[in-house]
């Protein structure tokens, strides 16, 4: 499932955990490092992964499949949410036209038998697709937590170039193992261009 | 999706052009695209083409109005040309409407990665011109203003819509067909709307694209269930498109009527519209792609490409056509005979015959690399089809009522200047979405052509 993320994405709270150098200062969300390209990018997410980290997000211009295998993130419950939805489009895409054609206002059409399913097939497959593709496209948006105005990331320094030729990796404060100093030692002997605070 | 993670190479199989200039970068890529919205100065070329679009939608404006209140009766259609150019010019905008889809959705799932740099623009294609299509099943209604009845909603006369009926089917497919194609869209453009919000100067387009983009950051867990939605659409597009045509078929192949009730028009059409809807992206493509110099972008690959599916897709409708004579002849029936031997020989045989030259012959260049390679030859036999796939509707639907069972109801057609401003109208209302469209937003997605540069790999 998709929860682990819903901590993942709680900015942290003022005067959270371990945070010894940095009690006076805003809250901190996290450390960021800006990377040139995606193949420095994917290789310090796995070196941050394989060191315990788990509270870290990757950000691109492009999808990078490496990159959320990087981050321990491959499983997404989308799939079973449109079949779901798919599943109840299809019953009541056909018991709808069962009701009104059986029961609630039963018409003789040219001597056919009043459940005539294979007359109401095609309305059926349409309702299926409708319902699925609503689940797809809403189903994203919510397990993405979109539409969301703001968020603490894009506060980091040169993020307008993650839409267009810049790769992020923020190391969220959360993290259990979360150590300023030494987050920010890490990941500048990663090949970042430049490590930054992320504040909320 | 492993696939497009890789860089296009060019192996042997594809000697042709590359699928993208070699020396674009993610900069590059991303500045040239969101430029043509955000900095290009509108050109006064955009507007010369607008205003003429605009004002042929006036045109249409005027049709509907005088329409509504005049009545049906100004159109040309009678007993026994009860569906004359207004549902033809249905099917023919719902056909165009289909190469969009294939594009985006079909080839997606095929791997055809060239398709990246067309199928934005296709799928807004799509869009409009089932826009168009959807006006003239409801202005053809006599009380279009009671176009609701066709919903199962609850109502106080207490009666249902008839769902044996393959009018009913069309009104659910196609109002499925534009909605999922509408969410599709969007979705693809989501990441290109967080671009231009971070591209954009001034304040106003800014916060417009920026609620556009609802919060798009790039982040790595929103591109995994992203790319899943994606695919699951295109998953979801892809029998939608067939189902679509197969049923707007059904509208005609369910009646008894000689010339429609035929076991091939499912295919046929859904052939036809695939046909009739490359050669409209290649008409828009080929001006398009000169005018905003993304020669780069939409490469001679993508010409051959979309001449091979234009070549191919005609040869199969060639073959509706042979199949639908030979059907005429072996069934023995004499309404059937007739029906072939009125179309060829009646009063609208010169229709027949121009579609035959329209759709058979004129693509048979297509063969030859070196008209395909010629952007003029190809627009003109894009525009011939065009005209040919117009014709091919009209055969199917005046020719087959014009002449059925009884000649004491027998009857012509003659669209009148109202069923023409309706047309040419609707022509003008597709151009100023398309030519809004274009000054407002990417019309080649810009993150997907990032995933087809060779600098998007990731090296191990």
Redesign the interface.
């Known amino acids: 499932m998709?929860r682990e993320?819903d901590k993942?994405e709680q900015p942290l709270a003022a005067g959270g955990p371990t945070l010894t150098h940095r009690r006076h200062a805003p809250p901190l969300y996290g450390v960021m490092a800006e990377f040139e390209?995606?193949?420095d990018l994917?290789a310090a997410?796995r070196r941050v992964y394989s060191l315990g980290y788990r509270r870290i997000?990757?950000?691109?211009?492009?999808?990078?499949?490496?990159?959320?295998e990087a981050?321990g993130?491959?499983h997404?419950s989308?799939?079973l949410i449109?079949f779901i939805g798919?599943v109840i489009g299809g019953l009541s895409g056909f018991f709808?036209?069962y009701w009104?054609?059986v029961i609630?206002?039963p018409?003789n059409?040219g001597g056919?038998p009043f459940n005539?399913w294979p007359?109401?097939i095609?309305?059926t497959?349409?309702?299926t697709?409708?319902f699925?593709?609503?689940s797809?496209?809403l189903?994203?948006?919510v397990?993405?937590k979109?539409?969301?105005?703001?968020?603490p990331?894009?506060n980091a320094p040169n993020?307008?170039?993650?839409?267009?030729?810049r790769f992020f990796l923020a190391i969220e404060a959360n993290d259990p193992k979360f150590n300023h100093a030494e987050v920010v030692e890490l990941l500048k002997s990663l090949d970042a261009l430049e490590v930054n605070d992320v504040e909320v | 999706m492993d696939e497009a993670q890789k860089p296009y190479t060019e192996g042997p199989m594809h000697s042709t052009a590359p699928v993208i200039d070699p020396g674009l970068t993610f900069a590059s890529v991303t500045d040239k695209i969101s430029s043509i919205v955000l900095k290009r100065k509108t050109s006064l070329a955009w507007f010369f083409g607008f205003a003429i679009s605009f004002a042929l939608f006036q045109l249409m404006m005027l049709a509907i109005t005088n329409l509504l209140f005049v009545g049906i009766g100004v159109w040309g259609v009678n007993v026994p040309v009860a569906w004359g150019i207004d549902i033809l010019n249905f099917v023919w905008w719902i056909g165009i409407g289909h190469a969009g889809t294939l594009i985006s959705a079909i080839l997606l799932l095929l791997r055809q990665r060239w398709r990246t740099s067309i199928n934005r623009f296709a799928e807004a294609m799509t869009l409009f011109a089932v826009a168009q299509a959807g006006m003239y099943p409801i202005f053809h209604l006599g009380r279009p203003w009671l176009m609701y009845w066709l919903f199962p909603y609850p109502n106080t006369m207490g009666i249902w819509p008839q769902f044996r009926s393959p009018l009913m089917w069309d009104v659910f497919a196609v109002s499925t067909y534009a909605t999922v194609s509408a969410m599709f869209w969007f979705v693809g453009l989501i990441p290109d709307f967080a671009t231009l919000r971070d591209r954009a100067r001034s304040k106003p387009f800014q916060i417009l694209y920026g609620m556009l983009a609802m919060g798009w950051r790039g982040s790595a867990r929103h591109w995994h269930r992203y790319e899943m939605a994606y695919l699951l659409l295109a998953g979801l597009a892809t029998p939608l498109v067939l189902s679509v045509h197969t049923i707007v078929s059904f509208d005609f192949a369910v009646g008894i009527i000689p010339g429609w009730h035929a076991t091939i028009f499912p295919p046929y059409f859904v052939a036809g519209a695939i046909y009739a809807g490359f050669a409209m992206v290649l008409l828009l493509t080929i001006p398009l792609r000169r005018f905003y110099g993304l020669e780069g972008f939409i490469t001679m690959r993508h010409m051959h490409n979309m001449a091979k599916v234009m070549l191919a897709t005609g040869l199969i409708v060639g073959y509706g056509y042979m199949m639908e004579a030979f059907f005429g002849w072996y069934s023995g029936n004499k309404y059937e005979r007739f029906m072939i031997w009125n179309r060829m020989h009646g009063p609208y045989h010169l229709y027949y015959w121009a579609l035959i030259l329209c759709n058979i012959i004129t693509p048979q260049f297509l063969w030859s690399k070196k008209i395909r390679s010629n952007l003029l030859a190809l627009w003109i036999i894009s525009f011939i089809v065009s005209i040919g796939m117009w014709l091919e509707r009209f055969v199917i639907v005046v020719t087959s009522l014009h002449r059925d069972y009884l000649p004491s109801s027998w009857g012509m057609y003659q669209p009148t200047v109202w069923d023409w401003s309706m047309f040419i109208g609707t022509i003008g209302f597709f151009f100023t979405l398309l030519f809004l469209f274009i000054r407002f937003l990417p019309m080649i997605s810009i993150f997907e052509m990032r995933t087809i540069l060779p600098e998007a790999e990731v090296e191990e």
């Open positions: 998709d993320d993942l390209n995606p193949t994917v997410a997000n990757g950000y691109s211009p492009y999808p990078i499949e490496e990159l959320s981050i993130f491959t997404t989308l799939p449109v798919g709808m036209q009104i054609e609630n206002y018409l059409v056919k005539s007359a109401f095609p309305i497959f349409e309702m697709v409708l699925a593709a609503f797809a496209v189903g994203m948006l397990l993405n979109l539409p969301q105005p703001y968020h990331v894009f993020f307008a170039l993650a839409t267009r030729d």
